[in-house]
């Protein structure tokens, strides 16, 4: 049975511990901001304040935050917090006048991806990136169909929500979409490359069958939502080619695996070896403030340019643009890369090292600083107990969250700055809670 993602690690009023104080803030908030967001944790934190890998309560508990991937250089990052105050003081205006901060930002971003892709659209969220990204596929390829895995989550707005099927059974998928299992090995038989390709084949044919052209195969090159799939690299390759050869492109959606995340490359896709021909920016580009992008071969733009027209008030606007050089510059000078990927192996194996003595931790699945840790009973899902370890960190003082279809999987996924002795604050916690 698939969770609605909304609902995984989500405060359900009347539950917890909360404080009088914060009992009126929730009330507060509910009759402001009405019934359709959610908190996290069955108590939920009253946050004030960050540093670094840090975040302090309004009493100034201290909690690790191994969860938070839009601070993904730490929260409030003086380099970061610097460029945006100075491009604020000086200009701030759109891409309809010149300016060459935002053509700074695109050869920045550029010269990490290969040079097939070499144009950029700004945009201020990963929603927008994606939503725009169907634009263009439907435009290049004159095709709507779309296929994307059973749990996956691409965003908020309207055509994005609709093939984002974590976001519950309260929102309905797109007519045009198919769903295909995750990449999960313990699942798809054989070669996971080839077997991961033959679902999506059948999506293709499904489509077709019913007189609806393929446009777009689109993953989270991590899949997040579906428990963290990375493994083994160059699964992807297969079926980025059966959607092409179908007449359809190929969108790998980086917002939560890019930035360098899994220790290794840039994009998660590049452990893939294949080139997209669209790729969608997200959540750590600004380190929190609103930035995002789609990075696209130039011939997949051509048609959609010839005969439209893109603008976006605040998508590269020159304070975006500055923070995004700033998060770039932060990523390269701290070494970041190599940092997610050593202390990310020393996390992976600490995790390991509980599991010989927890019969709750299951399998594990991580690349850098990213972390599906299953939560089972007896070899199966237990979301329950899942819930439980997540809660009971939250009062120990670490934020993490649950994710897959079935709730069971821990998503760890600190900040890329995380040290050797603050991932071993997480593991001497986790160890506590189990």
């Given amino acids: 049975m698939k969770r609605d993602e909304t609902m995984v690690n989500a405060y359900v009023p009347g539950q917890g511990h909360l404080p009088p104080e914060d009992q009126a803030l929730i009330a507060r908030r509910q009759r402001l901001l009405g019934p359709a967001y959610r908190l996290f944790y069955e108590t939920p934190v009253h946050l004030v304040r960050g540093d670094g890998v840090w975040l302090y309560d309004a009493h100034g508990k201290a909690y690790l935050d191994c ?34 901060v935002v053509l700074d930002c695109a050869e920045k971003l550029l010269s990490h991806f290969p040079p097939e892709l070499s144009n950029v659209m700004f945009t201020c969220t990963g929603s927008e990136a994606n939503d725009l990204a169907l634009r263009i596929a439907f435009a290049q390829t004159g095709g709507t169909g779309v296929i994307v895995t059973q749990n996956a989550y691409h965003g908020v707005t309207h055509t994005v929500a609709g093939l984002s099927p974590s ?29 991961f390709a033959a679902e999506v084949q059948k999506a293709i044919d499904d489509l077709q069958r019913h007189g609806i052209k393929p446009a777009v195969l689109i993953v989270d090159t991590v899949f997040s939502s579906d428990g963290v799939f990375a493994d083994p690299a160059g699964f992807l390759k297969p079926a980025a080619e059966a959607i092409r050869q179908a007449g359809g492109l190929f969108i790998a959606d980086e917002v939560q695996p890019g930035f360098g995340r899994t ?91 509980l599991a010989q003595r927890h019969a709750a931790l299951g ?61 071993d604050i997480f593991l001497d916690k986790l160890d506590q809670v189990l």
Avoid at 72 to 84: D, E, F, K, R, Y
Avoid at 178 to 193: C, K
Avoid at 384 to 403: C, F, H, Q, W, Y
């Fill in 67 to 100: 969860y938070n991937n839009v601070a993904s250089l730490g929260h409030c990052h003086p380099h970061v917090i610097a460029a945006t105050a100075r491009q604020a003081g000086i200009y701030a205006s759109h891409t309809r006048y010149l300016n060459e």
């Fill in 363 to 423: 399998p594990l699945r991580a690349t850098g600083l990213f972390f599906g840790q299953d939560i089972t009973r007896g070899g199966e899902p237990d979301a329950k107990e899942a819930a439980r370890i997540v809660n009971a960190l939250r009062d120990a003082g670490v934020l993490i969250s649950a994710t897959g279809p079935k709730g069971h999987v821990l998503k760890i996924r600190p900040p890329l700055i995380l040290q050797k002795a603050e991932a």
């Fill in 263 to 353: 220790g290794s490359h840039w994009w998660g896709f590049q452990r893939h070896g294949l080139i997209p021909d669209m790729v969608s920016l997200g959540k750590p580009m600004g380190n929190g403030y609103p930035v995002a992008a789609l990075v696209l071969r130039p011939e997949v733009l051509a048609e959609f340019g010839a005969k439209g027209r893109y603008f976006n008030t605040f998508g590269g606007n020159a304070v975006a643009a500055a923070t995004a050089i700033a998060v770039m510059e932060v990523i390269e000078q701290e070494n970041l890369l190599q940092n997610a990927a050593t202390v990310g192996a020393h996390m992976a194996e600490g995790l390991r090292a």
């Fill in 167 to 195: 976001l519950g059974s309260g929102v309905a998928l797109g007519q045009h979409v198919r769903t295909i299992p995750a990449p999960d090995a313990a699942h798809l038989t054989g070669d996971l490359g080839q077997a």
